[in-house]
């Protein structure tokens, strides 16, 4: 683990400290990402919970907090017990080795918002899936790959869409191109999906 791993005070001063001054109302939230840990190097739950703790704890508090934790076996009661005592929201990541993203939602208290309400998805890459795999399948990132993006993903990024939207919320999507080939197509596609009506026609716009 490096020796930075979880510096509350060094996070604080050389990160959250001037990007507030620099980016001022701009700022729209911050993501913290815990990489995957393979089965060898895993810190327990229990643990990875206390750290992270240890860390909100100390560090500059913020209502547009979130976590990424790329581990599902991390995902986890002790951790939900932690990010909603500090208010910090769930990213719901659709990568390799996680469950997918309704399996993190109906996870006893998964899928939490940060304490301004807001919600992230990131879709990263197809599940089972490496970096290198997709890479060398989505370059140049100018089209879409035939059989990577699953029609699963997009049915399941909708349902959160369309829940936080009625709940009043906000969410933000990150889209990276590896999960489908062309990040923007995704997006449209989501789009589509998002605005269709019940019978898959196109919701018309009020006059």
Do not use: C
Not at 52 to 68: K, S
Not at 137 to 154: N, Q, R, W, Y
Not at 162 to 174: E, I, K, P, W
């Amino acid at each position: 683990m490096y020796p930075s791993y979880l510096d509350a005070e060094l996070y604080t001063d050389r990160f959250y400290a001037p990007a507030r001054e620099i980016l001022g109302g701009t700022l729209q939230g911050l993501i913290f990402e815990q990489g995957y840990q393979r089965r060898d190097e895993q810190h327990s739950p229990e643990q990875t919970a206390e750290e992270w703790d240890r860390f909100f704890e100390a560090a500059a508090p913020d209502p547009r907090r979130h976590l990424e934790i790329r581990t599902g076996r991390l995902l986890s009661d002790p951790l939900f017990r932690v990010l909603r005592k500090h208010g910090v929201g769930q990213v719901l990541s659709h990568w390799t080795w996680l469950p997918s993203l309704r399996s993190q939602i109906e996870k006893p208290a998964g899928g939490l918002p940060s304490e301004d309400g807001s919600q992230v998805i990131r879709l990263v890459t197809p599940r089972g899936k490496t970096y290198e795999e997709t890479y060398a399948a989505a370059h140049p990132f100018d089209a879409m790959v035939e059989g990577m993006l699953h029609d699963s993903t997009v049915e399941e990024t909708v349902e959160i869409i369309r829940g936080v939207v009625q709940q009043g919320g906000r969410l933000y999507l990150f889209i990276n191109n590896r999960a489908g080939g062309n990040a923007p197509l995704i997006a449209q596609r989501i789009a589509r999906e998002f605005t269709a009506g019940e019978d898959g026609s196109p919701r018309s716009n009020p006059a």
